[in-house]
Structure formats: structure tokens, C-alpha cells
T-cell receptor, first 114, second 117 residues
Framework: KAGVTQTPRYLIKTRGQQVTLSCSPI?????VSWYQQTPGQGLQFLFE???????NKGNFPGRFSGRQFSNSRSEMNVSTLELGDSALYLC?????????????FGDGTRLSIL | AQSVTQLGSHVSVSEGALVLLRCNYS??????LFWYVQYPNQGLQLLLK??????LVKGINGFEAEFKKSETSFHLTKPSAHMSDAAEYFC???????????????FGQGTILTVHP
């Protein structure tokens, strides 16, 4: 069974640009969550999607957005990139939403802003 | 609001020694608790989870954790460390249904485990 797939693995952008990251969940998993990992702030929750609807959102500015498609694949978009957006962005999937549902993570997309 | 505190950002043990990584949580209701491991340039791998069944939870790679409500702790242990255990470990909490933290993982700051030969 394939795991969570995130593309691309690495991205280099400049300030002011926008970027789109992609996540394909484990087959059969319908819930997708996104997290940002930085050395200073650690792992922080961005948002969660289920059935193409955003169910929960973390404390990030509106420049961070996401969506989920009917096949459960998800994308997140960051507009007007800032230096502080440099991070590892992790996608996680679970069979369904729920606190007791273990989330399975992809290897992440490492975004570097120049 | 939920929070997780991992005591010790770095833990160093000898190969074959006991591994003990500490995690304390703050939650108004019994939470769901998880331990994840992250190897360099990889994502997070689930080690084990507590979801209100048995308080002693066994996970992969010989790890286990004990949920102690009175101490609000969920420490991770392994009787004998192996070189391959060197990685960063994260404790995480998720809330009960109906709360704003339901399904959202809140992580501790992580503990880097070093294993010496």
C-alpha cells in the first residue's frame, strides 16, 4: 500500500511569488491535514480537509490556503511568499476525521525562500 | 487549549541502555496521545497511540508508553537502545469530539535521541 505522496520534494522560490504544494493521501483515506515544520516554531497545524471541506484551521494568515479534490488529493497554496515561509510542509492523511484516528505523514516538501 | 511539553530537547544514551523520553500534556478532558519519530529528511512515522483503551501502549520497534492521568504524562520507553533509534521524537495530542482540537495534532518541541556505541 503506497504511503502519503507529496510533490515536489524541494522548492526554491523568491519573496513575493506564490507556490502550490500537492499531497496524495493513502488509498482509502479521506481526511488530509497540513502542517508546517520550522526550527523555531516546531510543528504547527495549518488546516484539515474532509470531503472537500475545510474542517479546521490553524493560526496562519490568509496567504495560506488549501483545497481538497473529490479523489481526496489535496493542495495547499501560499501567496506573496515571505522569508519566514521557509519550512518543511508536511501532509498527513487518515481514514476519517477524528482525534483517535492516527495520521500518516508524507516525507514533506521543503520550501526555501530567497 | 491543549499543549504538550517534552522534557529535554536532547537525550543521549549508550547502545543497550534504557531509553526514556518524557512527555506531559495539558488538556481539560482526556485526550488522544501519540508518539511519532522523524528521521533526517523524512516525514513523521507513527510509533504508537493512546486512545483510552489500555494505559500501557505497545508500539513498533520495541517502544512502549504509559498513560498516567494523575501525572498528565505519556512517557516513551524502550528497554534497550539500538543505534538505529537515533532520531527526533515527537509527542502529540489530539482532542475529543466536539472540541476545537478534534482531529488537530498539537506537537511538543521534539526530543533528539542520540545513541552512542
Amino acid at each position: 500500500k503506497a504511503g502519503v505522496t507529496q510533490t515536489p520534494r524541494y522548492l526554491i522560490k523568491t519573496r513575493g511569488q506564490q507556490v502550490t504544494l500537492s499531497c496524495s493521501p493513502i488509498s482509502g483515506h479521506r481526511s488530509v491535514s497540513w502542517y508546517q515544520q520550522t526550527p523555531g516554531q516546531g510543528l504547527q497545524f495549518l488546516f484539515e480537509y474532509f470531503s472537500e471541506t475545510q474542517r479546521n484551521k490553524g493560526n496562519f494568515p490568509g496567504r495560506f490556503s488549501g483545497r481538497q479534490f473529490s479523489n481526496s488529493r489535496s493542495e495547499m497554496n501560499v501567496s506573496t511568499l515571505e522569508l519566514g515561509d521557509s519550512a518543511l510542509y508536511l501532509c498527513a492523511s487518515s481514514f476519517r476525521p477524528g482525534g483517535n484516528q492516527p495520521q500518516h505523514f508524507g516525507d514533506g516538501t521543503r520550501l526555501s525562500i530567497l | 487549549a491543549q499543549s504538550v511539553t517534552q522534557l529535554g530537547s536532547h537525550v543521549s544514551v549508550s547502545e543497550g541502555a534504557l531509553v526514556l523520553l518524557r512527555c506531559n500534556y495539558s488538556s481539560s478532558v482526556p485526550p488522544y496521545l501519540f508518539w511519532y519519530v522523524q528521521y533526517p529528511n523524512q516525514g513523521l512515522q507513527l510509533l504508537l497511540k493512546y486512545t483510552s483503551a489500555a494505559t500501557l501502549v505497545k508500539g513498533i520497534n520495541g517502544f512502549e508508553a504509559e498513560f498516567k492521568k494523575s501525572e498528565t504524562s505519556f512517557h516513551l520507553t524502550k528497554p534497550s537502545a539500538h543505534m538505529s533509534d537515533a532520531a527526533e521524537y515527537f509527542c502529540a495530542v489530539s482532542g475529543q469530539a466536539g472540541g476545537t482540537s478534534y482531529g488537530k495534532l498539537t506537537f511538543g518541541q521534539g526530543t533528539i535521541l542520540t545513541v552512542h556505541p
